[in-house]
Nanobody
Framework: QVQLVESGGGLVQAGGPLRLSCAAS????????MGWYRQAPGKQRELVAT???????NYVDSVKGRFTISRENAKNTVYLQMNSLKPEDTAVYYC?????????WGQGTQVTVSS
């Protein structure tokens, strides 16, 4: 079993930065992919960014150039540096870890961007 604990959410003004962290614990195997998803009110959960254990990244078009995902494999931790935040980035952000058929989620952290 894997547990994911997010931190770093909060309220920020448009244009400002925010950094999310997610620490994984439990039975973690190499070769996993970690990532961030978000869900705004009334909308479906969407992928924001993912990063493999080898460092390959993937971003949704709407955050390219503003968000950066990174990870520390030794700490089983993934980060999401969010810059130039926009009100439309407001959502609950969820940490995710995938390995083979296993799919784990954190409890979510609220990010609110005021205009």
């Amino acid at each position: 079993q894997v547990q994911l604990v997010e931190s770093g959410g909060g309220l920020v003004q448009a244009g400002g930065p925010l950094r999310l962290s997610c620490a994984a614990s439990g039975s973690i195997f190499r070769g996993n992919t970690m990532g961030w998803y978000r869900q705004a009110p009334g909308k479906q959960r969407e992928l924001v960014a993912t990063i493999t254990s080898g460092g390959t990244t993937n971003y949704v078009d709407s955050v390219k150039g503003r968000f950066t995902i990174s990870r520390e494999n030794a700490k089983n931790t993934v980060y999401l540096q969010m810059n130039s935040l926009k009100p439309e980035d407001t959502a609950v952000y969820y940490c995710n870890l995938k390995f083979l058929l296993y799919d784990y989620w954190g409890q979510g952290t609220q990010v609110t961007v005021s205009s």
